[in-house]
């Protein structure tokens, strides 16, 4: 995928990664960005604002049709609810996975075909180390983010055919308004969005942010006592 010259579109942008992606996506040359966000207030020089809620298919399927020369489609918007799943409130955790996974295959679907009539192009899927395993207080969170990483998996199998490239991209913890009030160790998003983009541009289908995402993914193939043992261990 080449930034420059590209077209994108990305949600959750008024704040956070999101912003740091479009910003980014400005610098590194792309010809037009769209700052996609439920509540588009905040605006970045340069950018397009579109409304676009992941919970409401028709404003979905508004910004699919004002935007139709988009190459790139950056996944970033997303909740947490700090949700458990046995003993938590189900219509949050409902909500939570309405957004991460059914809102994510919503936008994808929208964009799927106008992506391939443009070139094929990308999808990139912000993701989280925690899309690999679960910590009692947000297990909800957890699960949705384990939907939209299989969904990132599903995406990229069936859009190969058009040339689409879908990156999943899993880090521990940047310092953003979500994560406020956590007191591990934050990654700079700059510095996440700068690797993410690095690896879109390199053809790779995952990125592994930091070290706490790769330490987890290579955990799995572990026993899940051993496992989750280590990770308490090793918890940013």
């Known amino acids: 995928m080449n930034i420059e010259g590209s077209v994108a579109l990305v949600t959750g942008a008024n704040r956070g990664l999101g912003r740091h992606f479009v910003e980014r996506l400005l610098d590194r040359g792309a010809s037009k ?11 970045v020089a340069g950018a397009d604002v579109l409304p676009l809620d992941l919970l409401d298919q028709g404003t979905i399927d508004a910004a699919a049709a004002v935007a139709g020369d988009v190459t790139l489609l950056v996944n970033n918007a997303g909740i947490s609810t700090y949700q458990n799943l046995v003993r938590g409130d189900l219509s949050e955790i409902r909500r939570e996975m309405d957004t991460h996974f059914f809102g994510t ?13 443009n070139g094929g192009g990308a999808i990139v899927n912000m993701l989280l180390a925690l899309s690999w395993f ?19 998996n599903a995406s990229r199998v069936e859009l190969a055919r058009q040339g689409t490239q879908v990156v999943g991209v899993h880090l521990g913890a940047a310092d953003t308004d979500m994560m406020s009030g956590y007191d591990g160790p934050l990654l700079d998003p700059a510095d996440v969005v700068r690797a993410a983009l690095d690896g879109l541009v390199a053809g790779a289908a995952e990125v592994l942010v930091d070290d706490w995402s790769r330490t987890v993914k290579a955990g799995l193939g572990q026993d899940p006592s051993a496992f989750y043992a280590q990770v308490a261990d090793s918890s940013p």
């Open 33 to 43: 960005v769209y700052a996609a966000s439920r509540n588009p207030t905040a605006t």
């Open 134 to 152: 679960s910590w009692d207080g947000a297990t909800s969170y957890r699960a949705a983010k384990a939907a939209e990483w299989s969904l990132t």
């Open 105 to 117: 295959l919503a936008v994808t679907r929208a964009f799927a075909d106008t992506l391939g009539r």
